[in-house]
């Protein structure tokens, strides 16, 4: 991806089914779960690199012990900090006390995350300060062992202020306004009150206080909190939560807008962002980790106990379709087909747009992203050379020549390694003309790649967004080759609309797409449109969600999507080009023959899975016509 977007975010939960004693003899270790955990957060690396933090809950143990351990980072290698952090904690208390080496009870008792339930997460921030006050997990603490919860998610919410406001209604005093923070504290809030149900019906049956605790853990309902507390959200999300004595849950939105996978065998349940994380961290196989349903948790009680239950009815399936495009691991075995196909969907074009003339053209990706749809371009070139060839020669015949064969079967496809990613070029310089200067050296290319004024040369990027990277940097180093002309391919549609469910896609005016058909609309006389919408959108301020209309939309209308990748080239093209200059875009339709699964195409249709994003969408036009900086949700 030529423009850096951040992502909310990845979470990995590890529930160990036996006793520590039994992961000791198997596997050597009592720290078997952290293991597992610090493989799982780095394989979801891609997720979140602003922050990571891990907590643990031991079960059983007495009271004035410490059965919570939490540990959050925001270093710049915030995964290694944390394990670092806590393996040498580890290892400076088992060298002060040698006899625990073998003692798995003492273990437990006396070393800090050796524990039965682990939570960890990932982070990308989508707004405000990276500072460790936003890394997950949270913790909201009660001296009663069942009121204690740990919550981490990937998560948007576009209602925030809303539920925030129902806090306030139910008499409490929130801390922040932050979603994490609200949601958090609507689970708590639930929580309490099914303790408080659970405690006065003990009481009436005869039970002490002390005595109550006991069937509290084992009567409380996870699956009911959860559908008290998920009413209202209104999101992208994949929540996951431990209450302090070791029930745990992940929950998933209804529209199944954020990912979330689970295995479970007879010595652990996992649950994590991505299918392959946890594959490899286990090694087990595709078919065993399953896809967490819409609307629907995975709830796994203190004794073990593992069911999936449908907190919330779910509706339409849109799936994110950006995580298959560009954030999920692109091991995963479907992921990695659907990006293959997205690049062999694309060539179509590619042949006019170069008017048939391979000989003459070097196709190449843009590093790392767009490495796997550019194989499956390659693969649709392969097979339509190959078929031309067949054609070629069955026009000629028995009677061809070995010099005409020779000629045909040489055509080959001409694959260059263009594009270099000077990954460790750090752009710091805060002054606009050094850091331009910088950013436009991110890249680098072969020298000699291309025949000058010869050649044209393809180039596929995962998606074109800001366009702000192919500008300053990507086409001007290009430029270098001389090629006759440039055909950049992006495997995703045109971004047109703002995300609110987790990607930090905010505001219209950032969008490339949107900035082209501003301009078409003032060079054609029409710009009154955007006032027009503008009043539209501010009609519906105070309207329910479910009556609100996405009118964004109106200011794409009159365009085909011809002409508006026209007007993108045109914006993003660096003054004194020499080389003619072409984008071609993925088909919407296109997008949903690669990824069926995955139909959550808002970034491109506009048309959002929950009410809440027709609202956001109407803010941030609002915002963009009052010219305020603001968050739309």
């Not at 957060?41 to 012990?65: C, I, Y």
């Not at 306030?168 to 809030?189: A, F, N, W």
């Not at 000699?448 to 990507?474: A, C, E, F, P, Q």
Request: proline share 4%.
């Amino acid at each position: 991806m030529s423009d850096n977007l951040k992502h909310e975010c990845g979470i990995a939960l590890v529930r160990l089914l036996k006793p520590l004693e039994y992961y000791k003899k198997k596997y050597g270790t009592t720290l078997y779960g952290v293991h597992k955990m610090y493989l799982m957060l780095e394989k979801q690396h891609n997720r979140g690199q602003d922050g990571a933090g891990l907590a643990s809950v031991k079960l059983d143990m007495q009271p004035g012990e410490r059965y919570i351990s939490r540990i959050r980072s925001n270093d710049a290698q915030p995964i290694q900090d944390v394990f670092r952090r806590i393996n040498e904690r580890i290892n400076g208390l088992m060298k002060e006390n040698p006899h625990l080496k073998d003692d798995v009870e003492a273990q437990k008792h006396l070393l800090p995350y050796i524990g039965e339930v682990l939570l960890g997460h990932v982070r990308y921030g989508t707004f405000g300060q990276n500072s460790i006050e936003n890394v997950h997990p949270f913790l909201r603490q009660n001296n009663w062992i069942y009121r204690n919860l740990i919550v981490a998610g990937n998560f948007n919410m576009t209602n925030s202020t809303e539920l925030f406001n129902k806090l306030v209604e139910l008499g409490q005093y929130p801390k922040e306004k932050s979603d994490t923070v609200t949601i958090m504290e609507r689970i708590g809030h639930f929580l309490d009150n099914e303790v408080e149900e659970l405690y006065q019906k003990l009481k009436k049956e005869g039970f002490g206080k002390q005595e109550a605790t006991k069937h509290i853990i084992e009567e409380l309902d996870i699956a009911q909190i959860l559908k008290q507390s998920a009413r209202k959200w209104d999101g992208g999300y994949a929540m996951a939560g431990i209450v302090g004595h070791g029930d745990a849950f992940v929950i998933r939105d209804p529209a199944g807008i954020r990912p979330a996978y689970y295995y479970k065998d007879e010595e652990v349940v996992v649950v994590a962002s991505e299918r392959p994380v946890i594959q490899t961290a286990f090694n087990v196989d595709y078919e065993n980790v399953h896809e967490l349903p819409c609307g629907a948790a995975v709830i796994i009680k203190k004794n073990g106990k593992t069911s999936i239950e449908q907190i919330l009815e779910p509706t339409e399936k849109r799936a994110c379709s950006f995580e298959r495009i560009y954030f999920s691991r692109g091991s995963d075995q479907d992921i990695y087909l659907e990006r293959k196909k997205l690049g062999a969907l694309l060539f179509p074009k590619v042949l006019e747009s170069v008017n048939h003339d391979l000989k003459n053209t070097v196709f190449a990706y843009i590093p790392n992203t767009a490495e796997t749809s550019f194989y499956g371009l390659t693969e649709a070139l392969y097979k339509y050379l190959n078929e031309l060839k067949k054609e070629q020669i069955m026009a000629e015949g028995a009677s061809i020549s070995e010099q005409r064969l020779e000629e045909i079967l040489s055509v080959r496809p001409r694959i260059e390694k263009v594009a270099i990613k000077d990954a460790k070029l750090r752009t710091f310089i805060t002054e606009d003309s050094g850091r331009d200067d910088l950013v436009a050296h991110v890249y680098d290319i072969t020298y000699g790649s291309v025949k000058k004024n010869t050649d044209n040369l393809v180039i596929i990027d995962d998606s074109i967004v800001r366009g702000t990277t192919l500008k300053k940097s990507i086409l001007r180093i290009l430029n270098r080759l001389e090629p006759k002309k440039i055909v950049v391919l992006s495997s995703a549609p045109q971004v047109r609309y703002p995300d609110c469910y987790g990607i930090d896609m905010a505001r219209l005016e950032d969008l490339v797409a949107f900035q082209a058909v501003l301009e078409l609309h003032k060079e054609r006389g029409t710009y009154s449109v955007i006032e027009d919408v503008y009043k539209k959108c501010l009609a519906q301020v105070n309207l329910p969600d479910s009556e609100v209309v996405n009118y964004v939309n109106e200011v794409y209308a009159p365009f085909s999507d011809e002409e508006i990748s026209a007007k993108i080239t045109e914006l993003v093209t660096p003054e004194g080009m020499t080389s003619k200059v072409e984008i071609i875009f993925q088909k919407v339709e296109n997008l949903h023959l690669a990824c069926p699964d995955n139909l959550g195409d808002w970034y491109f249709t506009g048309h959002y899975p929950t009410n809440g994003g027709n609202r956001v969408v109407n803010q941030a036009f609002i915002n963009f016509f009052e010219g305020k900086n603001e968050r739309a949700y």
